[in-house]
């Protein structure tokens, strides 16, 4: 019943960019804060960036600020990830998760020339 499906993963090279999209379903998306978080093997699950319910407040890892804005239309009960001036070290499976702990299976983001 609750559900979050990513998708805007694929292959860029360096430098490049993409737009992640989570769309959910089954609950009041604009009631719940949202993250993003992502994980390559051999590594545990790393918060990426959050956002408020309204949108208003948001947060990210050091690795990626400056590059990366995450955002939400609640109206649209999407959650996004704009990631700019990808590098190698940004490839991963991202994940979107409510904050009641809910996750969606992950889109593969691979940057590489």
């Known amino acids: 019943q609750v559900q979050l499906v990513e998708s805007g993963g694929g292959l860029v090279q360096p430098g490049g960019s993409l737009r992640l999209s989570c769309v959910a379903s089954?609950?009041?998306?604009?009631?719940?804060?949202m993250s993003w978080h992502r994980q390559t093997p051999g590594k545990e699950r790393e918060l990426v960036a959050s956002?408020?319910?309204?949108?208003?407040?948001?947060n990210y890892a050091d690795s990626v600020k400056g590059r990366f804005t995450i955002s939400r239309d609640n109206s649209k009960k999407t959650l996004y990830l704009q990631m700019d001036s990808l590098q190698p070290e940004d490839t991963a499976m991202y994940y979107c998760?409510?904050?009641?702990?809910?996750w969606g299976q992950g889109t593969q983001v691979i940057v590489s020339s």
């Open positions: 998760k409510t904050g009641r702990g809910v």
């Open positions: 089954g609950f009041t998306f604009r009631m719940f804060a």
């Open positions: 956002i408020s319910n309204g949108g208003g407040s948001t």
